[in-house]
């Protein structure tokens, strides 16, 4: 380069032409009119630039790659979590719905630990939250005579007691007194057209609940009139049978009657025996079965998309070159088909109705999925979950393999971070070397330009030193 650059200046010297070199770029005008600065320092530096630009191109390929193994990574992942829920022995594959067959007055909700079977449920009446009020006076403001006392109480036993005083004789006063003395009862003013009155609610449903108002109060003025308090609703337990059991409850919502179902109770049956069938939740579980599914075809296309290659040999992907990562898909192929021993036949995903496709995805044949939940669910579940042996731990152990510690994945997106990082360093030194190679070649040629565009001066006071000798 510095050849060229010394042949480019030393023709235009000799011709006094302009001059251009061989990419086209850096021009020479002539004594007297300089050269281009900035194209002599391009032409100079055009195999430094060179070199930093197949850097460049090298770490966007190399990011590709560890951007190609995030996204397998995350797909993975996905598909690891639906392992965990699937596997779970309170997941899933353990949860329980009760179904009524007259939800507008039971409705049921089962826990993993309910057992299947149909209960027959008669509702005579709910639980209900006791309640009490007293005579109206005009306004909540109005003061009351003093010196009365009434106490309340829930369940039979007292809870609050109130003694009217001058700071204590208004309805007002008198509910706010009774909610600082208890929670077991909510005291509030209601007023109509026919003025305010003091209401009471319990906070407890059911007979344990149930309130009782012992006292009075009185009115000012002579002759004083008497405010009664008056029960409103009674606190009574629901009464209900279960398969025949008469049950009482304080609330609407009653569990332990059934083991690990909870029956909320909406309305009386009136005689019409309510039907609640505790099974197997097949919605849930079908639900995270396709999801499984969809995670694993996620995750196997994208692996594959990594081998694809145009007829032509074009559209070579990222990843093509990845041995661990071509391990990898094979690790999962070989999992996903994988036959394990099971009662009634259940031994493998195609038993249950998940078929392999030609490119290594799944297909659930609903139907089929359907069918094996309802009529070998005890042997999808050991399929499933046996501890070792069974499809799902087998599954996960490839998994971990794939992307625990030291795992093929993590491996690779480390490798290639390291190179990135390498990449970036390089690249920056070079960068570095060449501001100041471009600082000294600006400064070089500068020069030279500022020497090209005297010489012409020279030369005239040359020749005129020359006239003057003898």
């Not at 606190?235 to 609330?251: E, M, Q």
């Not at 070998?376 to 069974?390: C, I, R």
């Amino acid at each position: 380069m510095a050849t060229s650059l010394s042949s480019l200046v030393s023709s235009g010297l000799a011709t006094n032409e302009n001059t251009t070199g061989a990419n086209g770029t850096a021009t020479f005008a002539g004594l007297g009119q300089g050269i281009n600065v900035a194209q002599f320092v391009q032409l100079a530096e055009a195999g430094a630039q060179a070199q930093i630009t197949n850097l460049q191109n090298e770490q966007s390929a190399v990011t590709a790659q560890v951007s190609a193994v995030g996204t397998i990574t995350s797909s993975l992942s996905a598909l690891q979590n639906d392992i965990f829920a699937l596997s779970d022995p309170l997941g899933v594959l353990a949860s329980q719905t009760a179904t009524s067959s007259n939800p507008g007055a039971i409705a049921g909700f089962a826990s993993f630990s309910a057992v299947p079977g149909i209960h027959t449920i008669n509702v005579t009446s709910l639980a209900t939250t006791s309640s009490y009020y007293s005579d109206p006076v005009a306004t909540s403001s109005t003061p009351l005579a003093t010196g009365d006392t009434f106490t309340i109480s829930a369940g039979g036993k007292q809870v609050a007691s109130i003694t009217t005083s001058s700071s204590l004789n208004t309805l007002d006063e008198i509910a706010a007194a009774i909610n600082s003395q208890t929670s077991a009862v909510q005291a509030s003013v209601v007023t109509d057209a026919n003025g305010a009155r003091l209401a009471l609610v319990s906070a407890q449903t059911g007979a344990p609940g149930n309130l009782s108002v012992a006292g009075s109060l009185d009115t000012t003025g002579t002759p004083a009139n008497a405010i009664a308090f008056h029960l409103a609703v009674p606190g009574v337990n629901a009464a209900l049978t279960v398969d025949g059991v008469p049950i009482s409850s304080p609330t609407n919502s009653i569990s332990g009657v059934i083991q690990g179902v909870t029956l909320n109770l909406s309305a009386p049956t009136g005689g019409t025996p309510v039907t609640l069938t505790v099974a197997q939740d097949t919605a849930s579980i079908t639900a995270a079965i396709n999801q499984f599914v969809n995670d694993y075809n996620a995750a196997i296309t994208a692996i594959n998309a990594q081998f694809q290659v145009n007829s032509d040999g074009s559209g070579v992907q990222p990843l093509e070159a990845d041995g661990s990562l071509r391990t990898a898909q094979q690790q999962l192929l070989d999992a996903i088909t994988a036959s394990v021993g099971g009662p009634n036949n259940a031994v493998n995903l195609t038993s249950l109705g998940i078929n392999l496709n030609n490119d290594g995805t799944l297909a659930v044949n609903s139907a089929e999925l359907a069918s094996a939940l309802s009529s070998n669910f005890s042997g999808v579940q050991s399929f499933l979950q046996t501890a070792t042996t069974g499809f799902l731990p087998n599954f996960e152990t490839v998994l971990n393999g794939l992307l625990g510690p030291g795992g093929a994945l993590p491996l690779d997106a480390q490798g290639y971070q390291a190179t990135s990082n390498d990449l970036s360093q390089h690249i920056s030194d070079l960068q570095a070397a060449l501001a100041v190679q471009t600082q000294n070649l600006t400064a070089t040629y500068a020069q030279v330009n500022t020497t090209l565009q005297e010489l012409p001066l020279l030369q005239a006071q040359l020749a005129q030193q020359l006239a003057t000798l003898p």
